[in-house]
């Protein structure tokens, strides 16, 4: 009782992680999370109607790295204090 809930991630599959921002990342990134991207891209594909491959990878990619982005700049910026 009593304990903050602490994101573990993909952290666990490398513990001996010593970069800030790299433990930062790995934090965020769950295999849930893959998974939900997994779906957007058949979503995304879907929605196109396209029989390639590279517009909904770009899109779904953009959107995975501003999530991350966005997820992580708390976790970064109070790193460095």
């Known amino acids: 009782m009593g304990e903050v809930f602490e994101p573990v991630g993909l952290r ?7 970069h800030d921002v790299a433990v930062a ?8 999370l893959i998974w939900q991207f997994v779906l957007l891209y058949f979503g995304v594909k879907a929605l ?3 029989e390639r491959r590279v517009a ?3 899109i779904v ?3 995975f790295v501003a999530n991350l982005t966005l997820k992580t700049i708390p976790s970064i910026m ?3 204090l």
């Open 25 to 32: 990342l790995l934090n965020q990134v769950e295999p849930f």
């Open 12 to 18: 666990v599959l490398v513990p001996n992680l010593d």
């Open 56 to 58: 909904p990878l770009l």
């Open 78 to 80: 109070t790193s460095f």
């Open 61 to 63: 990619s953009i959107i």
């Open 48 to 50: 196109l109607k396209s």
